[in-house]
């Protein structure tokens, strides 16, 4: 199975910009799907975006198109999702996420494998 870690979070202006890196270990995550998810305190957890694993099919929620963008390196086994025209509703907990299936699914539960999150605080 494969272990995923994100890293790059931290507090940014609203206005600013971020890339948040989602790094594997144990299996090649050119063999997955990848997900980005985020968690605000009280909320449930939202999809953000996905990729799929040429890279060829990206999905994105409406609250976020436009301002992320999702993208991966299979040769450093890493996928990334840069946020810009960062808003203080951004502001969340951000996991990747990985499924067993093979298409980009939305729905947190069709996601077997995450990291364990790294935290975004955007300031107004």
């Known amino acids: 199975q494969v272990q995923l870690v994100e890293s790059g979070g931290g507090l940014v202006p609203a206005g600013g910009s971020l890339r948040l890196s989602c790094a594997a270990s144990g299996r090649t995550l050119s063999s997955y799907v990848v997900g980005w998810f985020r968690q605000a305190p009280g909320n449930e957890r939202e999809f953000v975006g996905g990729i799929s694993r040429s890279g060829g099919n990206i999905r994105y929620a409406d609250s976020v198109k436009g301002r992320f963008t999702v993208s991966r390196d299979n040769a450093k086994n890493t996928v990334y999702l840069q946020m810009t025209s960062l808003k203080p509703e951004d502001t969340a907990v951000y996991y990747c996420?990985?499924?067993?299936?093979?298409?980009?699914?939305?729905?947190?539960?069709?996601?077997?494998?995450w990291g364990q999150g790294t935290r975004v605080t955007v300031s107004s």
């Open positions: 996420a990985a499924p067993a299936s093979l298409y980009v699914s939305s729905l947190a539960n069709e996601y077997n494998y």
